[in-house]
């Protein structure tokens, strides 16, 4: 990696502070995890801001010296590659279906493994509709996406057990913890 590129695990955790700051529950705990992600980011020289298309959201990450108070100038940028885009709600590409299918399914196994048939079975359905709905890691559900899955594709599409039904909201929870260790 070039040492003007922004490391991947710094995405990775600015990422996580977004979705964080998207689902507080109150301002002041969203505007914290703001600040520890510009002060993350600056680090490296760089900054973020929330580009709205007409059907996603996306992160973009990119080195502050192409803005100036805020804007970004466009006679400043020199190599695009460097500035890092991470889709936040919408669906994901559906060329890269199979591998986030693949993670999505080792993260079912490692609730099974770890919590029981039940929740395995759960997450397995979870893992099924982010993978085939939205094309993303379980990791990245917001809080609109789960509920769809918990109100309406758990009991239309998953078929399930009444003990199923009775835990599937720790489920979800078990797998969302499970994604992101």
């Known amino acids: 990696m070039a040492e003007d590129q922004l490391p991947d695990e710094t995405a990775d955790r600015a990422e996580r502070l977004t979705r964080l700051a998207r689902e507080a529950v109150d301002d002041a705990e969203a505007e914290a995890y703001r600040e520890e992600r510009a002060d993350l980011l600056a680090e490296h020289g760089f900054t973020s801001r929330i580009r709205e298309d007409d059907d996603a959201e996306t992160l973009v990450l990119h080195p502050d010296e192409w803005t100036d108070e805020g804007t970004i100038r466009t006679d400043r940028i020199g190599d695009t590659d460097r500035a890092v885009e991470i889709r936040l709600a919408g669906a994901g590409d559906p060329d ?86």
């Open 96 to 181: 890269d279906w199979d591998a986030v299918a693949e993670r999505n399914r080792e993260v079912a196994a490692r609730v099974r493994a770890a919590h029981g048939e039940v929740h395995g079975d759960n997450a397995a359905a979870f893992a099924d509709f982010m993978s085939n709905h939205y094309a993303r890691p379980i990791e990245s559900a917001t809080p609109d996406e789960a509920n769809e899955f918990l109100t309406e594709y758990f009991p239309r599409n998953a078929w399930p057990s009444e003990k199923q039904r009775a835990v599937v909201g720790e489920s979800v929870e078990l797998a969302l913890e499970a994604a992101e260790e």
